[in-house]
């Protein structure tokens, strides 16, 4: 069982990991109906349905035992940790979520209910689509240069867009855009971890933009022990 999830090492009294493609979950773990949305959910109790999260992309609790989670298939997974507060969160951050600066707004929940401070957070960025495969259009670029990102450090014009393929075009680094958005707002950059891992490229992870939407999802799990 183990051998088929990405376990991730953010310290003493919590776990993360994040599925393979044949993986089982080990445990029931609260998700949502994530919409690409910025919306936070706080979770105060396990057993909570999907049914009652339609809409919410982000998840917070700081209940022993409650595992949370973020479905993605290409998207940023964050998986986040406040050991002072002993506090969580899981969240989904698309290119419309990371624009939205989702994870500001798990911040500010996490501060509010918890008092947690972005410099006590460890934070993992798991399996995602590599710029190398995002290509974007022109629209989506106009977007994260409005939102005031640092484009020239994340984007990459590679030539005439091939329809058919991720080659040319306009591409954007997703998980490097979420760290940033993580270090502006306090997040110590080496409490920050990187899977470094490719969804597009690495098969043992589902990939929308390779395989269709209708593909499975990676699910992204944290839970305080």
Same mark, same amino acid.
């Given at each position: 069982?183990?051998?088929?999830?990405?376990?991730?090492?953010?310290?003493?009294?919590?776990?993360?990991?994040? /599925? =393979?493609? &044949?993986? %089982?979950?080990?445990?029931?773990?609260?998700?949502? !109906?994530? $919409?690409? @949305?910025?919306?936070?959910? +706080?979770?105060?109790?396990?057993?909570?349905?999907?049914?009652?999260?339609?809409?919410?992309?982000?998840?917070?609790?700081?209940?022993?035992?409650?595992?949370?989670?973020?479905?993605?298939?290409?998207?940023?997974?964050?998986?986040?940790?406040?050991?002072?507060?002993?506090?969580?969160?899981?969240?989904?951050?698309?290119?419309?979520?990371?624009?939205?600066?989702?994870?500001?707004?798990?911040? /500010? =929940?996490? &501060?509010? %209910?918890?008092?947690?401070?972005?410099?006590?957070? !460890?934070? $993992?960025? @798991?399996?995602?689509?590599? +710029?190398?495969?995002?290509?974007?259009?022109?629209?989506?670029?106009?977007?994260?240069?409005?939102?005031?990102?640092?484009?020239?450090?994340?984007?990459?014009?590679?030539?005439?867009?091939?329809?058919?393929?991720?080659?040319?075009?306009?591409?954007?680094?997703?998980?490097?855009?979420?760290?940033?958005?993580?270090?502006?707002?306090?997040?110590?950059?080496?409490?920050?971890?990187?899977?470094?891992?490719?969804?597009?490229?690495?098969?043992?992870?589902?990939?929308?933009?390779?395989?269709?939407?209708?593909?499975?999802?990676?699910?992204?799990?944290?839970?305080?022990?």
């Amino acid at each position: 069982m183990d051998n088929e999830l990405l376990e991730y090492n953010l310290g003493e009294g919590v776990r993360a990991f994040s /599925t =393979m493609r &044949n993986a %089982e979950l080990p445990f029931p773990v609260v998700t949502g !109906h994530q $919409v690409h @949305g910025y919306c936070v959910a +706080k979770i105060d109790r396990p057993g909570i349905g999907r049914d009652e999260l339609q809409g919410y992309d982000a998840f917070v609790t700081n209940v022993p035992g409650c595992a949370i989670g973020a479905r993605s298939a290409d998207c940023v997974p964050l998986l986040m940790y406040d050991p002072v507060h002993r506090a969580v969160a899981a969240v989904h951050s698309g290119w419309k979520g990371t624009v939205q600066k989702i994870s500001h707004r798990v911040l /500010t =929940m996490m &501060n509010r %209910e918890y008092g947690t401070l972005p410099i006590n957070l !460890h934070v $993992v960025i @798991g399996p995602s689509i590599c +710029k190398e495969h995002f290509q974007v259009g022109n629209e989506v670029i106009q977007f994260f240069k409005e939102a005031c990102f640092p484009i020239e450090q994340l984007w990459t014009w590679d030539g005439v867009r091939d329809e058919s393929s991720m080659a040319g075009g306009h591409h954007i680094d997703l998980a490097a855009a979420n760290k940033w958005l993580l270090t502006e707002a306090g997040v110590l950059e080496d409490n920050i971890h990187l899977s470094g891992i490719c969804s597009y490229e690495d098969d043992r992870f589902f990939s929308a933009r390779k395989e269709g939407f209708e593909c499975g999802r990676t699910i992204n799990v944290i839970q305080l022990l």
